[in-house]
T-cell receptor, first 110, second 114 residues
Framework: GQNIDQPTEMTATEGAIVQINCTYQ??????LFWYQQHAGEAPTFLSY????GLEEKGRFSSFLSRSKGYSYLLLKELQMKDSASYLC???????????FGTGTRLQVFP | SQTIHQWPATLVQPVGSPLSLECTVE??????LYWYRQAAGRGLQLLFY??????ISSEVPQNLSASRPQDRQFILSSKKLLLSDSGFYLC?????????????FGAGTRLSVL
């Protein structure tokens, strides 16, 4: 079967660093995606990992360990506008579909 | 550049009424198209996806249906809405034959069935 786990909520302070974890089980892995979703809006693509290691893009980085079924999204120099839900999604190699986690709601406080 | 349009943004419908949500993509050809539903506190649930005109795959048996009358048009319909159909409906597209196959989402339709 397929399962994706991520914390429901997290809080952090403006200017700080926060790490959002995601663990997954899938019968066939073909890439992991992170999306950002502000309340009432559509998800927007943040990052993609298919090989082990760290992908850095500005203040955001995403890490993948396929052997551990684990990823994290690292947000540096937090800003108030980073308050949003962060969705982890895994692409199933057999069906090519994305399986989404329920999302982690991040609140950034001043 | 590619854009995806989805409308209406919000919709309030009585139980038993019909539904039609429309999604169009511009700036690309032969996209993969998707309909998702996001209920409060739950992850995105894939409802339908399409790899071409008239080709629809249904993920969850329910009273919803989808159609793709044109290459870049995807329609979600229902003949009779249920209370449980309330939610945030999202259309998405991805480019065919791309390694990453990133899905890009429309602005969404918030449907309330009363």
């Amino acid at each position: 079967g397929q399962n994706i786990d991520q914390p429901t909520e997290m809080t952090a302070t403006e200017g700080a660093i926060v790490q959002i974890n995601c663990t997954y089980q899938t019968s066939g892995f073909n890439g992991l995606f992170w999306y950002q979703q502000h309340a009432g809006e559509a998800p927007t693509f943040l990052s993609y990992n298919v090989l082990d290691g760290l992908e850095e893009k500005g203040r955001f980085s995403s890490f993948l360990s396929r052997s551990k079924g684990y990823s994290y999204l690292l947000l540096k120099e937090l800003q108030m506008k980073d308050s949003a839900s962060y969705l982890c999604a895994v692409r199933d190699r057999n069906t090519d579909k994305l399986i989404f986690g329920t999302g982690t709601r991040l609140q950034v406080f001043p | 550049s590619q854009t995806i349009h989805q409308w209406p943004a919000t919709l309030v419908q009585p139980v038993g009424s019909p539904l039609s949500l429309e999604c169009t993509v511009e700036g690309t050809s032969n996209p993969n198209l998707y309909w998702y539903r996001q209920a409060a506190g739950r992850g995105l649930q894939l409802l339908f996806y399409s790899v071409g005109i008239g080709q629809i795959s249904s993920e969850v048996p329910q009273n919803l249906s989808a159609s793709r009358p044109q290459d870049r048009q995807f329609i979600l319909s229902s003949k009779k809405l249920l209370l449980s159909d309330s939610g945030f409906y999202l259309c998405a597209w991805s480019a065919r034959a791309r390694a990453k196959n990133i899905q890009y989402f429309g602005a969404g339709t918030r449907l309330s069935v009363l």
